[in-house]
T-cell receptor, first 115, second 114 residues
Framework: EAGVVQSPRYKIIEKKQPVAFWCNPI?????LYWYLQNLGQGPELLIR????????DSQLPKDRFSAERLKGVDSTLKIQPAELGDSAVYLC?????????????FGPGTRLTVL | SQQGEEDPQALSIQEGENATMNCSYK?????LQWYRQNSGRGLVHLIL?????REKHSGRLRVTLDTSKKSSSLLITASRAADTASYFC??????????????FGKGTKLSVIP
C-alpha cells in the first residue's frame, strides 16, 4: 500500500514569491491534515479536512495561507506571498476517520527555504 | 501551541542499553501517542495509550501513562543504532466544537552509539 505522497520534497524561493505544496493521502483515508514543523520543534496543525470540508483551520494564517481539497482526495497548500519566517517543513498526514484513536500516517514532508 | 514537553531534549546511549524518555502535558487528554522521526523522513506512529490505560507494550517499547501527574514515559529496551531518531509525544485532546486535536511536543533526540 502506498503511503502519503508529497511533492515537491524541497523548495527554495525568494521572499514575496508564491509557493504551493501537494499531498496525496492514503487511498480510502477521509481525513487529511497539514502540519508545519519548525527546526527542533514538533509539528503544529495548520488545517484538518474531513473529506472536502475544512473542519479545523483555526491555526492557519489566512492572510497568506490557503488550502483546498477538491473531491476529497488530493490537497494543495499555498502560501502567497512567502515570508522568511515561513521556512520550515510542511507535513501532510491522513487517517481513516479522524477520530482521536485513529492513527495518522505522515508523508515525508516538503522542506521550504525562503531566501 | 505545544502541550507536551519531552525530557530530556537529547539522549545519547550505547547500543544494547535502555532508553527512557518522558513527556509531561497540561490538560486532560483522550489518549497519548508516541511518534518517531528519522532524519529527513516523516513521522511514524509507534504506540497509542488511552487515558484509562496505565501501561502498554509493543515489541521493545513500553509506554506508561500517569494521568494524575499528567505524564508519560517511553522505554526502548535493548536499543539499536537504527533507533537513532527524534521521538515525539502527542496528546489527543478535545479542542472544541466536537473536535479533537493532536498536539505534539518538541521531541527528544536519541542517539544510539554502535
Amino acid at each position: 500500500e502506498a503511503g502519503v505522497v508529497q511533492s515537491p520534497r524541497y523548495k527554495i524561493i525568494e521572499k514575496k514569491q508564491p509557493v504551493a505544496f501537494w499531498c496525496n493521502p492514503i487511498s480510502g483515508h477521509n481525513t487529511l491534515y497539514w502540519y508545519l514543523q519548525n527546526l527542533g520543534q514538533g509539528p503544529e496543525l495548520l488545517i484538518r479536512y474531513e473529506n472536502e470540508e475544512a473542519v479545523d483551520d483555526s491555526q492557519l494564517p489566512k492572510d497568506r495561507f490557503s488550502a483546498e481539497r477538491l473531491k476529497g482526495v488530493d490537497s494543495t497548500l499555498k502560501i502567497q506571498p512567502a515570508e522568511l519566517g515561513d521556512s520550515a517543513v510542511y507535513l501532510c498526514a491522513s487517517s481513516q476517520q479522524g477520530v482521536g484513536t485513529d492513527t495518522q500516517y505522515f508523508g515525508p514532508g516538503t522542506r521550504l527555504t525562503v531566501l | 501551541s505545544q502541550q507536551g514537553e519531552e525530557d530530556p531534549q537529547a539522549l545519547s546511549i550505547q547500543e544494547g542499553e535502555n532508553a527512557t524518555m518522558n513527556c509531561s502535558y497540561k490538560t486532560s487528554i483522550n489518549n497519548l501517542q508516541w511518534y518517531r522521526q528519522n532524519s529527513g523522513r516523516g513521522l511514524v506512529h509507534l504506540i497509542l495509550i488511552r487515558s484509562n490505560e496505565r501501561e502498554k507494550h509493543s515489541g521493545r517499547l513500553r509506554v506508561t501513562l500517569d494521568t494524575s501527574k499528567k505524564s508519560s514515559s517511553l522505554l526502548i529496551t535493548a536499543s539499536r543504532a537504527a533507533d537513532t531518531a527524534s521521538y515525539f509525544c502527542a496528546t489527543d485532546a478535545y479542542s472544541g466544537a466536537g473536535s479533537y486535536q493532536l498536539t505534539f511536543g518538541k521531541g527528544t533526540k536519541l542517539s544510539v552509539i554502535p
